[in-house]
């Protein structure tokens, strides 16, 4: 049945939209941004600007996928077997690095957001004007790629195995999963929660957070190569 041929292709959707939502990239950014809200803004002004931002980054992210899956779907077949394999490869790669992020965090070749665009979040985040913030979901969506890029492209390169309608749900429901934390935040902050402890459980779970993706990362490349070269056959 068709429902069933789809259920391996949402069970790697949910979970890896899952995953990927706990990532430090994304938690940090809005972390840093209600810190200056709470700073300058009335707390209904916090929960305004951060719903602007998490918009921004949801409304940046779906595009992006959309073009992205639009091209994956459109490559003849032949050549998309290579592109698989090869993105399967980076994804395998990418999970890796996650994994070594595991045991010594932030050492050597890392996936994060570069340093000197860390400076102009920050910079960013100081403008605080609904347009400032809806552009800054928009640029953290951009440049928080190294962070966040993987998992997404790997779940991009499994949906564009059957670009149907059923994908395009499939495609947004990963999107609403993975701002889902960053407004669980939100909300936590709006009704009490100290920011502080949500900082302390993003720094003493981020290797964790890490490694959870690197496994996950590993499992979709394989699963992206095995597809490929006919192993697994989705349709």
């Not at 939502?21 to 700073?39: D, T």
């Not at 940046?60 to 490559?75: E, R």
């Not at 394999?85 to 992020?101: F, R, S």
């Not at 492209?153 to 889902?180: G, H």
Request: charged fraction near 10%.
């Amino acid at each position: 049945m068709a429902v069933e041929a789809y259920l391996p292709t949402l069970s790697a959707v949910v979970t890896t939209a899952l995953i990927d939502s706990i990532n430090p990239c994304a938690i940090g950014v809005l972390i840093l941004l209600i810190s200056v809200m709470l700073a300058f803004k009335k707390k209904s002004q916090m929960i305004t600007y951060g719903a602007v931002y998490i918009i921004s980054v949801f409304i940046t992210y779906l595009l992006a996928g959309f073009g992205i899956l639009y091209f994956l779907a459109s490559v003849p077949l032949y050549v998309s077997e290579y592109i698989s394999i090869a993105v399967g490869t980076l994804i395998v790669a990418a999970g890796l690095i996650e994994i070594k992020d595991f045991f010594w965090y932030g050492k050597g070749i890392t996936l994060a957001i570069p340093q000197n665009e860390t400076k102009r979040i920050h910079e960013l985040t100081k403008k605080i004007t609904l347009p400032g913030v809806a552009l800054l979901g928009v640029f953290v969506a951009g440049v928080e790629l190294p962070c966040t890029g993987a998992p997404y492209l790997a779940i991009l390169a499994l949906l564009s195995q059957n670009f149907d309608f059923a994908a395009v749900l499939m495609l947004i429901l990963y999107n609403i999963l993975f701002v889902a934390p960053l407004i669980v935040i939100l909300v936590l902050v709006n009704f009490g929660v100290k920011l502080q402890h949500i900082k302390r459980w993003k720094h003493e779970n981020r290797a964790y957070m890490r490694l959870a993706t690197g496994i996950t990362l590993i499992l979709l490349g394989w699963l992206l190569m095995l597809i490929a070269n006919g192993t697994i056959n989705l349709n």
